[in-house]
């Protein structure tokens, strides 16, 4: 069995998240923040050789560089490199219930509320990825 896992900084997991009416309360920040660490840390820490860790930000920025590895690892050939043009969200519907007309929404700013607990509830994960919020907050 190989594991391959790709995080992305949580902060902007929490901004589609809530633009997409997943996230509205303090508590669904709180839950989403734990879950976040409690399912990235073990993972980073991981010292099996068939876990494969990849940030999402260094595979969008380097997208050939990257699917190069995971081919590697996965014993997978030919990953269509096309993919990492789309931007997509599955949900159509109204935009006040998370739903988009063209597959796409836009994240939303974050608090300085919603991005303390975010900092508070994730902090040891934080810590060891270096992610920080760096994005606009109402």
């Excluded at 998240?17 to 993972?43: H, I």
């Excluded at 920025?61 to 993919?83: C, G, L, M, P």
Aim: include cysteine; aromatic fraction near 10%.
């Amino acid at each position: 069995m190989r594991v391959l896992s790709i995080y992305r900084n949580l902060f902007d997991v929490a901004r589609s998240a809530k633009a997409r009416k997943w996230m509205q309360s303090p508590d669904e920040f709180t839950t989403m923040a734990q879950r976040w660490q409690g399912n990235l840390l073990p993972v980073l820490q991981s010292p099996w050789e068939r876990v494969l860790v990849l940030k999402c930000e260094d595979l969008v920025a380097d997208h050939e560089t990257y699917i190069k590895k995971i081919e590697e690892f996965t014993e997978i050939s030919n990953i269509d490199r096309n993919v990492m043009k789309r931007k997509i969200n599955t949900f159509s519907g109204k935009i006040e219930y998370g739903g988009s007309q063209n597959q796409y929404i836009e994240p939303e700013d974050l608090t300085g509320q919603e991005s303390a607990i975010l900092y508070e509830h994730a902090a040891r994960a934080l810590a060891v990825t270096g992610y920080r919020d760096n994005g606009k907050r109402s």
